[in-house]
């Protein structure tokens, strides 16, 4: 059964650091999607992205990230100087239709220090 | 704009009682609805959803919901408890329309306790 794949699981780095968050969404998906999950909380969306363009983004999703599908198959999440706050769980998500069921992954822990 | 809230942050049955989850949703438009399960150190996984066709959703593992327009309301329920249904459940909302892209606005999700 396909799936969407995240690496690194676990991703450890410093303040101010920047990290790329990877993802292979299944490969006939056209909407893809970044959540984030702080400690304890609620899942919050990030961003979407179709036809190779970012289509909605939140409040959160600031000047320090960015999102890009470079080949095709990956989708990245780029955050460029990471700050203590940005760690959680960052789960990729993809769908063939934007209202159909999204897949998501097994999640990106990121611990800032 | 849609919100979704899960009354109960943890929920204990014991194993063979009845599954009640708690969803109540706020949408401006129709809304779909979805609930999600995550295993300790997995994805999300969907249950069901409800996409404006019938009102009882089946999904998997003997789960179901029904969404109630009146009460705006998705309750997730299950007759009997197993000891693998032990999780977390997110109720999820997602607003159709033009200026929408399919993302999801989850609640703050349900630990599901089931003791034997």
């Known amino acids: 059964e396909p799936e969407v794949t995240q690496t690194p699981s676990h991703q450890v780095t410093q303040m101010g650091q920047e990290v790329i968050l990877r993802c292979v969404p299944i490969s006939n998906h056209l909407y893809f999607y970044w959540y984030r999950q702080i400690l304890g909380q609620k899942v919050e969306f990030l961003v979407s992205f179709y036809n190779n363009e970012i289509s909605e983004k939140s409040e959160i999703f600031d000047d320090q990230f960015s999102v890009e599908r470079p080949d095709g198959s990956n989708f990245t999440l780029k955050i460029r100087s990471t700050k203590l706050e940005d760690s959680a769980m960052y789960f990729c998500?993809?769908?063939?239709?934007?209202?159909?069921?999204?897949?998501f992954g097994p999640g990106t822990r990121l611990t800032v220090l | 704009a849609q919100s979704v809230t899960q009354l109960g942050s943890h929920v204990s049955v014991s194993e063979g009682a009845l599954v009640l989850l708690r969803c109540n949703y706020s949408s401006s438009v129709p809304p779909y609805l979805f609930w999600y399960v995550q295993y300790p150190n997995q994805g999300l996984q969907l249950l069901l959803k409800?996409?404006?066709?019938?009102?009882l959703v089946k999904g998997i593992n003997g789960f179901e919901a029904e969404f109630k327009k009146s009460e705006t309301s998705f309750h997730l329920t299950k007759p009997s408890a197993h000891m693998s249904d032990a999780a977390e459940y997110f109720c999820?909302?997602?607003?159709?329309?033009?200026?929408?892209?399919?993302?999801?606005?989850f609640g703050q999700g349900t630990t599901l306790q089931v003791k034997p």
């Open positions: 409800y996409t404006s066709a019938a009102t």
């Open positions: 999820a909302v997602s607003a159709p329309g033009s200026s929408n892209t399919g993302k999801l606005i």
């Open positions: 998500a993809s769908t063939g239709g934007s209202y159909n069921e999204q897949f």
